[in-house]
């Protein structure tokens, strides 16, 4: 089964700009949506961004999504204490999900 | 407003089975793929399997295939996840999810399953 790898944890300060990787192969991400979802501690997850750098309705625009290759990218500009969540990648190929990134706020 | 309300989770011992439900209402559910996705504990994410608008196209992650079976019953507005011959690794929490646009775009709030002697 194909992993989308990402980094464990990021950090920066309030109303700084994080961004968080997500790195496949040209059978992944290379040919497939990439979607991202946020997770706070015991809830579900929601969903961030859909075919790469669409938002869905009410998800502010201080979360972007881009795709370049086989890697994906989400960022969050003017951070904020309740972005401190996992966020996940994932593709549509076999719907693998990334490993999941920690954002805290410094 | 879409929801999805999952039940049926609880503690089984290996090698049993349970059965979970998800109801979905606030859209025409037979018109929607839908997915079972699950989370073990302190673990990331893992897609199950899917099932298509009519049932008839149904897909699994290799680790389950021939003993976590998918289903809906349109008629009902629900979706079904039949497990048998567990084990310890399918202790999850348990997540159905509307597919929309390649994503999973609305998600329940879950059922634990725990897989335990």
């Known amino acids: 089964q194909s992993v989308l790898t990402q980094p464990p944890s990021v950090s920066a300060a309030p109303g700084q700009k994080v961004t968080i990787s997500c790195s496949g192969s040209s059978s992944s991400i290379g040919n497939n949506y990439v979607s991202w979802y946020q997770q706070f501690p015991g809830t579900a997850p929601k969903l961030l961004i859909y075919e790469n750098d669409k938002r869905p309705s009410g998800i502010p625009d201080r979360f972007s999504g881009s795709k370049s290759g086989t890697s994906a990218t989400l960022g969050i500009t003017g951070l904020q204490t309740g972005d401190e969540a996992d966020y996940y990648c994932a593709t549509w190929d076999r719907k693998v999900f990334g490993t999941g990134t920690k954002v805290s706020v410094l | 407003e879409v929801q999805l ?113």
């Open chain 2, 5 to 117: 309300v999952e039940s049926g989770g609880g503690l089984v011992q290996p090698g049993g089975s349970l059965r979970l439900s998800c109801a979905a209402s606030g859209f025409t559910f037979g018109h929607y793929w839908m997915s079972w996705v699950r989370q073990a504990p302190g673990k990331g994410l893992e897609w199950v399997a899917n099932i298509s608008p009519d049932g008839n196209d149904k897909y699994y992650v290799d680790s389950v295939k021939g003993r976590l079976t998918i289903s809906r019953d349109n008629a009902k507005n629900s979706l079904y996840l039949q497990m048998s011959s567990l084990r310890a690794e399918d202790t999850a929490v348990y997540y159905c999810a509307r597919e929309v646009a390649w994503s999973f775009e609305s998600w329940g709030q879950g059922t634990l399953v725990t897989v335990s002697s």
